[in-house]
């Protein structure tokens, strides 16, 4: 397969990038390897088949990662694909450390690009939850109980601020820190503000 045109942009991230250099130019030579367009979206190298977004190449302190955007749908043979975190719905990593772990894996690795590609060919979309499949924590719909006003206003915000103060106040282990936290946001959420506004 013919290599495709390299973005400019990305030829600036690249040489700009404190860590993982070495490590960014083989996954980029590997993705484009595979046919994929070169963009530059989210201030990271991104791979698009047709304009829609197969993968990604960022960084962290501790490794590098090709960032599947539909992970979810992809097949994992090598048990190598990483959800991020347990609110990641759609995305699944491949995470390194080094460039001689990402060329040990060259073939697998374009064996997931390709099944990427695939899946974007097949029009394929994850099931992604809705508000309605999270459980409100029972403290803040105490707190909506005793405030309707309150209740209107988080039923107004977006469903991704929704799902960011649900995530929020569930993640403390007790009652107390889920009330506090609850008390703390009362009056964002009356403002029709987000977690992070």
């Not at 990483?82 to 690795?109: H, P, W």
């Not at 979309?125 to 209107?152: C, H, M, R």
């Not at 206003?153 to 601020?161: K, N």
Request: hydrophobic share 40%.
């Amino acid at each position: 397969m013919t290599k495709l045109k390299t973005n400019p942009k990305v030829d600036d991230f690249i040489s700009k990038a404190k860590t993982w250099q070495e490590e960014y130019v083989a996954l980029r030579n590997m993705v484009l390897d595979c046919g994929l367009t070169e963009d530059y979206k989210w201030m990271h190298p991104c791979y698009t088949l047709d304009n829609k977004n197969v993968v990604l190449i960022h960084g962290f302190k501790n490794y590098c990662a090709l960032l599947f955007h539909k992970g979810a749908l992809l097949k994992d043979p090598k048990g190598i694909l990483i959800q991020q975190t347990e609110n990641v719905q759609a995305a699944r990593q491949i995470r390194f450390t080094s460039v001689q772990e990402i060329m040990a894996m060259e073939s697998d690795l374009k064996a997931y690009i390709q099944q990427a590609i695939e899946v974007e060919k097949a029009g394929l979309v994850v099931a992604l939850k809705t508000n309605e499949d999270y459980d409100i924590p029972e403290e803040l719909q105490a707190k909506f109980d005793e405030l309707p006003p309150l209740k209107l206003a988080f039923e107004a915000l977006t469903p991704g601020r929704q799902r960011a103060y649900i995530f929020y106040f569930s993640q403390a282990k007790q009652a107390k820190t889920r009330v506090s936290r609850i008390e703390k946001y009362t009056q964002q959420i009356l403002d029709g503000k987000g977690l992070n506004d």
